[in-house]
Each structure stands twice: as structure tokens, then as C-alpha cells.
């Protein structure tokens, strides 16, 4: 869902793939090996982007956290 309060669903993206979420500023955030198709997070309000890199692609998307 986007927006979001506490996950992410990364459908589409391989089990395997390295992702990682930056804020805004370009900071590293979080990141990690999908396990599954959703991502647990503890992130504060505001707008992030997410890179997900498996070996056909890098995919990247804009998602915002609210109410968290």
C-alpha cells in the first residue's frame, strides 16, 4: 500500500534480491535480502525510495510512511 504505516510489498521483485531505502537526503536507511515479498518497517513519516537489485534488474520506487 502506498501510503504506508508499517510494510512494504515488493510483488514482482525476486526472493534473493538485495534492497535498500533511502530518505529524501539520499540516506541510507535500511537494508537487506528479500525473503519475502513484504518489508517490516519502523520508519518515521515522510517519503522514501527503494532500490531493489536482482540479477535481470534494478527496480526503484517512491513510497511514503504515515501515521507510523
Excluded: C, W
Aim: negative net charge; without cysteine; hydrophobic residues 35%.
Amino acid at each position: 500500500p502506498n501510503p504506508t504505516q508499517d510494510y512494504i510489498t515488493t510483488s514482482g521483485a525476486p526472493v534473493g534480491s538485495e534492497y535498500t531505502i533511502f530518505n529524501m537526503s539520499g540516506k541510507i536507511i535500511l537494508q537487506g535480502i528479500l525473503s519475502h515479498p513484504r518489508i517490516e518497517l519502523n520508519l518515521p513519516d515522510g517519503t522514501y525510495i527503494i532500490d531493489i537489485k536482482s540479477s535481470e534488474a534494478l527496480y526503484r520506487n517512491k513510497f511514503i510512511v504515515i501515521g507510523s
